[in-house]
């Protein structure tokens, strides 16, 4: 069984991994439309349609690898205190009640707008001769079925949690700093930093 949550979490990381590069691009997009438009006085009637297809992409893409790293915003003030199976059998409550007709709905709605705008090829009124978004639209679907499968995958960890008493281990990403840790690793006390900021200030101090 973990055989097959680490592979949905890999695939979730990978698609969200390959997708974040678009932050990037458009990075460099605004960046030179703001060159364009107020050096070269020529703004591009595309570029801000383009900047929101690429910011929904980026947005839409990385909501499974968000549910695949337990990173969801989650109203936390007690859930936290609860034993780990209370968790399990609160969030699996909620992904029935709430997760999986919400997210199929977005799959059913995703698929049913993607159709309707390649029937029609589709393309942006919020500028004059926009770009096409047929293809924007039917990320919407994909997106939809990511988390869906990705959703799965976290009801069966509940499922595991409620009969095992724990949460199973998940692939591990990127993490925020722990400063304890990274201070017991290198062997660093508070002390030594407070007489390193103290040579640090004095020698500033002589300087002057």
Request: net charge negative; aromatic share 14%.
């Amino acid at each position: 069984m973990n055989k097959f949550l680490f592979t949905v979490d890999r695939f979730s990381t990978f698609v969200g991994t390959a997708f974040s590069w678009l932050i990037v691009s458009l990075t460099f997009l605004i960046t030179y439309e703001v060159f364009a438009r107020y050096s070269l006085d020529a703004p591009h009637d595309w570029a801000f349609d383009l900047m929101l297809q690429m910011y929904g992409i980026l947005f839409m893409m990385a909501g499974a690898y968000t549910l695949s790293k337990n990173n969801m915003v989650r109203g936390d003030v007690l859930y936290g205190f609860f034993p780990q199976r209370v968790q399990a059998g609160l969030d699996l409550t909620l992904y029935i009640l709430f997760f999986l007709p919400g997210v199929t709905a977005l799959c059913w709605a995703g698929y049913t707008y993607a159709r309707e705008a390649w029937a029609i090829w589709e393309h942006s009124g919020i500028t004059a001769e926009g770009p096409p978004i047929y293809h924007f639209k039917t990320i919407i679907p994909i997106a939809g079925a990511c988390i869906l499968v990705q959703g799965i995958v976290e009801m069966i960890r509940c499922v595991i949690c409620l009969k095992q008493g724990k949460w199973p281990s998940r692939i591990q990403d990127v993490e925020e700093v722990d400063v304890e840790k990274l201070k017991a690793t290198v062997q660093v006390t508070d002390e030594d930093i407070a007489k390193l900021d103290q040579y640090v200030t004095h020698a500033k101090g002589g300087d002057k």
